[in-house]
């Protein structure tokens, strides 16, 4: 299992069909981009699809705060980053960021992530094997700094 702290995705491409109509990447795609940049690591920590045929069981999504910083264009690479924050028996809390090939941060994200038996579907813990791998990332991350961005709160500050 890939170990690097943090994790980084390989190079993606921003896809034509994901431009809005000011001419950039429209806001859903940073999503996009950094689930794509989960589902690698994922696959090193057993989760791909595979595991959902043999287990019945998956992971879902339960919250995702994203921070956009900079505009991302046709022909843009970016990879993206994960930093396993922490975890349990059911559920992952992690940070991302999106990294421009030209060495700019594009955009942070920091989410939940729950383990899902489809039979419910419900929160259920993780098989033994693949909560293991799961602490070994853990393991390998926690001597990373928290980052800055983790922990905002959003809202309209009120002047006093």
Same mark, same amino acid.
């Given at each position: 299992?890939?170990?690097?702290?943090?994790?980084?995705?390989? @190079?993606?491409?921003?896809?034509?069909? @994901?431009? /809005?109509?000011?001419?950039?990447?429209?806001?859903?795609?940073?999503? +996009?981009?950094?689930? %794509? &940049? +989960?589902?690698?690591?994922?696959?090193?920590?057993?989760?791909?699809?595979?595991?959902?045929?043999?287990? &019945?069981?998956?992971?879902?999504?339960?919250?995702?705060?994203?921070?956009?910083?900079?505009?991302?264009?046709?022909? /843009?690479?970016?990879?993206?980053?994960?930093?396993?924050? /922490?975890?349990?028996?059911?559920?992952?809390?992690?940070?991302?960021?999106?990294?421009?090939?030209?060495?700019?941060?594009?955009?942070?994200?920091?989410?939940?992530?729950?383990?899902? /038996?489809?039979?419910? =579907? %419900? *929160?259920? =813990?993780? =098989?033994?094997?693949?909560?293991?791998? +799961?602490?070994?990332?853990?393991?390998?991350?926690? *001597?990373? =700094?928290?980052?800055?961005? +983790?922990?905002?709160?959003?809202?309209?500050?009120?002047?006093?």
């Amino acid at each position: 299992m890939n170990l690097d702290a943090p994790f980084t995705s390989t @190079w993606m491409d921003i896809d034509k069909q @994901w431009l /809005d109509y000011n001419g950039h990447l429209n806001m859903a795609f940073y999503n +996009v981009l950094f689930d %794509r &940049g +989960v589902d690698q690591i994922w696959l090193e920590m057993g989760f791909g699809p595979d595991y959902r045929e043999r287990t &019945g069981n998956t992971t879902f999504s339960a919250e995702f705060h994203l921070c956009y910083l900079r505009e991302l264009h046709l022909g /843009d690479k970016v990879r993206a980053t994960f930093h396993l924050l /922490d975890f349990d028996e059911k559920r992952l809390h992690f940070y991302q960021e999106l990294w421009h090939e030209d060495g700019w941060l594009s955009a942070t994200g920091e989410g939940i992530g729950l383990h899902i /038996d489809q039979s419910g =579907p %419900r *929160v259920a =813990p993780m =098989p033994n094997d693949i909560y293991d791998n +799961v602490s070994a990332l853990h393991k390998a991350h926690s *001597v990373l =700094p928290k980052p800055d961005r +983790v922990g905002r709160v959003m809202g309209i500050p009120k002047k006093a």
